[in-house]
């Protein structure tokens, strides 16, 4: 590392001379402007041409020696990864199989168009001005979605409603969606460049990026639980044991509410209150387990594999907190 010092030119003005190595492998000239971003650790970042905006990602995936069966997850790596444009080609002409991955991407990835498409080459582009980005409504949605999502799988199963765990299972794609959407979106933004423009820190999109993974987890175990219930459908009342599994239920939810909660609040002591309480709910799901010993081996499968879900909901829940305690801590 060079070291420099700092001087001191019209008596008030602090300045530091840059490397003359670095200023002309970019390109800098006399009154060009640079950004300066202030990192959360005190360090200063010197990012060249912030005129220019964005820098584009490109990437290109020749299937001459991809497999082709993998084109669908290749274009999400791409996506999720930050690449704002995408090549798909192959000598010969694209087989069909790649043209309806590509097709079934750009429908369900937000932004990504095909601006070029020739018999050998897709080209995908990202629409989205990568400057505005909800981060915040985007985790609102998922978490509002996820919750509903989890109350309706405990209705499927306490209310006899099977149809709602095919309409489970399809929010559940919703919610990959805007998981893909908050990690492109983290990606993207931490451009030295782009970070500059936009208003939130990579602080921000870092707790942005891991709650969202946290909560696309928690719409897994949502439709797990409905899909377990289904197998209890069928079978003669449970008695108490459906009150107990319906508590257990709440109480998740409402640690899942208390961890949002905190972080759009800012609330420490709330999130701090939120990890303290998963031992209660983790004391009455043991509970449960115990009791559907005495059931058939089917439905004792079945009860276990709900309440794991459910724990599983509470404890995410927590991580949520917890990644919200590590952010405000770090902001005191």
């Avoid at 993998?70 to 080609?89: D, E, H, N, P, Q």
């Avoid at 080209?123 to 996820?146: A, G, H, Q, S, W």
């Amino acid at each position: 590392m060079e070291v420099r010092r700092v001087q001191i030119t019209g008596g008030s003005s602090f300045t530091i001379s840059l490397p003359k190595e670095w200023i002309r492998s970019q390109s800098i000239e006399k009154n060009s402007p640079v950004g300066l971003n202030v990192q959360s650790d005190g360090t200063l970042l010197v990012c060249p041409h912030v005129d220019r905006g964005r820098v584009e990602k490109s990437k290109i995936f020749d299937l001459d020696s991809a497999d082709i069966p993998i084109t669908f997850r290749l274009l999400i790596g791409a996506y999720v990864m930050g690449f704002s444009s995408i090549t798909i080609k192959k000598k010969g002409g694209l087989p069909q199989g790649v043209i309806d991955a590509t097709m079934e991407f750009t429908q369900k990835a937000i932004g990504p168009e095909i601006i070029e498409e020739g018999e050998d080459r897709i080209v995908i582009k990202d629409l989205l001005n990568p400057t505005k980005m909800p981060f915040d409504k985007t985790l609102e949605r998922m978490y509002i979605m996820v919750r509903y999502m989890h109350s309706d799988s405990i209705s499927a199963f306490i209310e006899g409603r099977a149809s709602l765990v095919d309409d489970i299972e399809q929010r559940d794609l919703e919610v990959d969606r805007l998981n893909w959407f908050l990690a492109h979106q983290y990606n993207v933004i931490n451009d030295s460049n782009l970070a500059l423009t936009t208003d939130f820190s990579d602080d921000d999109a870092e707790f942005y990026f891991v709650s969202g993974k946290v909560l696309e987890r928690i719409g897994d175990h949502s439709v797990l639980i409905a899909k377990h219930s289904k197998k209890l459908l069928s079978h003669e009342k449970m008695n108490g044991l459906v009150n107990m599994i319906f508590e257990a239920s709440q109480l998740s939810l409402e640690l899942l509410d208390r961890a949002v909660n905190s972080w759009f609040h800012r609330d420490l002591g709330g999130a701090n209150e939120t990890v303290d309480s998963i031992d209660r709910l983790r004391g009455l799901c043991e509970r449960i387990e115990n009791l559907s010993l005495s059931r058939d081996e089917e439905q004792a499968i079945a009860i276990g594999k709900v309440v794991d879900s459910i724990l599983r909901t509470g404890e995410y829940s927590t991580d949520i907190a917890e990644n919200a305690i590590n952010y405000m801590i770090l902001h005191l």
